[in-house]
């Protein structure tokens, strides 16, 4: 059974830093991609940024280029995302996502695997 498991989240003031953490398990077979959204009250799910775990290449929503940054640990199928200088319109519940097999993939039907969820709050 696979399991995607966050953690990380909190409150913090504009212009703060926090770091979340994904290990995702029970996966047979390599990952081949991972990704962060989130959905804050009363909006739809938005893809934050993707790793592909084949070359390292990430992909970032325009909203936080420049501020937030994904990275992985192959070896222990576990991805990161740290962020900086956080803004009150990043408030929301973020979820880590895997199963996907679209390179760069920001579209939440493109995963069959989510976590679920940890709450940022910036304030």
């Known amino acids: 059974q696979v399991q995607l498991v966050e953690s990380g989240g909190g409150s913090v003031q504009p212009g703060g830093s926090l770091r979340l953490s994904c290990t995702a398990s029970g996966y047979h077979s390599p990952i081949y991609c991972m990704a962060w959204f989130r959905q804050a009250p009363g909006k739809k799910r938005e893809g934050v940024a993707h790793i592909y775990f084949g070359g390292g290449s990430q992909y970032y929503a325009d909203s936080v280029k420049g501020r937030f940054t994904i990275s992985k640990e192959h070896d222990k199928n576990t991805v990161y995302l740290q962020m900086n200088n956080l803004e009150p319109d990043d408030t929301a519940i973020y979820y880590c996502?895997?199963?996907?097999?679209?390179?760069?993939?920001?579209?939440?039907?493109?995963?069959?695997?989510w976590g679920q969820g940890t709450q940022v709050t910036v304030s």
């Open positions: 996502a895997a199963g996907s097999w679209v390179v760069g993939s920001l579209r939440a039907a493109d995963y069959d695997h």
